[in-house]
């Protein structure tokens, strides 16, 4: 999307996912513990991989470059 768009993209990911040393939660059940704990050990050369892939900008900057390009907010009556 990114190269064929050239349009800005957000990603988000919680603090914890960068923390492969963090508590384990041993009451937790299992389908959690799998979705919190599985790939913590990768999360930091995940992220070193994509700032050194992409442009990085500020959030208010990239709202201001790109309001005029989206579409108009439908509310709902």
Known sequence: MNLRDQ???VFYFHPWEVDPDQPRMKN???RSQFRHYTNLD???AKLR??????AWGRMDEVVTREA???AP?????
Do not use: E
Not at 49 to 54: A, E, I, K, R, S
Not at 73 to 77: N, Q
């Open 7 to 9: 349009r800005p993209a």
């Open 28 to 30: 937790a059940p299992l």
């Open 42 to 44: 990768v999360m930091a």
């Open 49 to 54: 991989q994509l700032l050194g892939d992409f």
């Open 68 to 70: 005029p390009r989206a």
């Open 73 to 77: 907010l439908r509310l709902a009556a």
